[in-house]
């Protein structure tokens, strides 16, 4: 039973980063993603003996992530119904790391989409998930997928060419 | 040729099957308003990845790496890296009085007390024969998908019988629990509304998290061994959730 448990931590730690990158798309805020990430470890520890050794992981350890995600915005919203709405502004994150303009109008682009719609497009175009395995990991059927993702993208398009700087190319600055 | 957004992504996105994708790579060939949307939309796919690559090559903060690997090296059997940072038997005591729900469950609706911090506590409650927790603690493993009522984990606790994690989506909050399998049927010890773990102190719920640590605090420290796995549960469903007598 140690051999499999260090199998699983083994493994799990080469998966973290993975795990921040879909919780930093979902959240926009660091410090909330990495909170997210913590309590979906705290889960997958106590939970380990359900993950079957060989198959894949970092797949497991999103979905957990993507349900603490789900916990964690209806707390949200049944607090926001309760307090005044002071937490809105903070939304458009300037804190921590400051990419690039051109890379900042995107995250800040995709915090604005509806929830469905950021996460699909966290799991497709960020995390990889092909639509198959997005509509899977959902329980959505796929076209849910596809439409979501369309609707997700189309609007992504609109707010980078409505508003903001410059679309980005890596790197240089003016 | 007319292209929908959906088809036009799926193709950018490589889902198309062959044929269709042969066809869209050609009428993209003769008809530049289709390339340019298709450019348009290889174009987000690059800068969406490329904006979260950062993430991914960032070192990992120490405070996750460390819930994995703390525990490894005191070769602990069950590992201290993941326990809440006070002892079980703290966690049972501080369960009772900082806001653990004790509440009948009737059905699918939930009835519970609403308080603030220093909660009193209930009765522990039954769960209604018939109702979807019912269904769902004596049917739903672990591994299925969520849905509205999702089992977290299983174990035996150290009295022999079979206790489960379980949390619920009610009325648009989640609610997690710990049910306990006797003779008459599921008996729930504990259960605590999310919106009422904001209520604990700072340093015993971190900020934005959401998890209530005191089920999960209360379950390991009635936990005999580690949780099940997939196959013990499917096991212990198949016997009605009551352990195999010692005798056969």
Redesign the interface.
Known sequence: ??HV??EF?EQ??LV???L??YA??LTHN??????????A???A???R??W?PGTNLAGWMITIVR??W???S??R???SS?MLPAEEGEQVGDRG?E?EV??LS??AA?SRLPDEQRDV?AL???EGF??REAADLM?IPMGTV??R??RG??A??EM?DDGGPE??R?GDSA | MIVSDQDLMAYVDGELDPVRHEALSLAIERDAGLAARVAAAQELRRNLRAAFDVTLHEPVPDKLTALLTAGRDKKTKRPDSWRFTRSSAWASAFALAAGVVFGAWLGPVLMTHRTGPGATQMAPGRVATGSDLYRALSEQLASAPAKAIRMELSFRSKEGTYCRVFASTVQADTVTGLACRDAEGWRVDAMQSVAQGANQSADYRQAGSSMPSVIMALAESRMEGDALDADAEASARANGWIPASNTH
């Open positions: 039973m140690n448990y260090e931590t799990a730690v973290l980063p993975r921040r990158r930093r798309a660091a410090a909330d993603a990495d909170d997210l990430v913590q309590v470890v705290e889960r520890l106590v939970r003996n359900q079957q349900n603490a789900i916990d964690e209806r707390f919203k049944r607090q309760l790391m990419p051109g890379l995107i995250q995709l497009i497709v175009l960020i092909s639509y329980n596809m439409s993702l369309a993208r189309l992504l398009q980078l679309e980005s890596t």
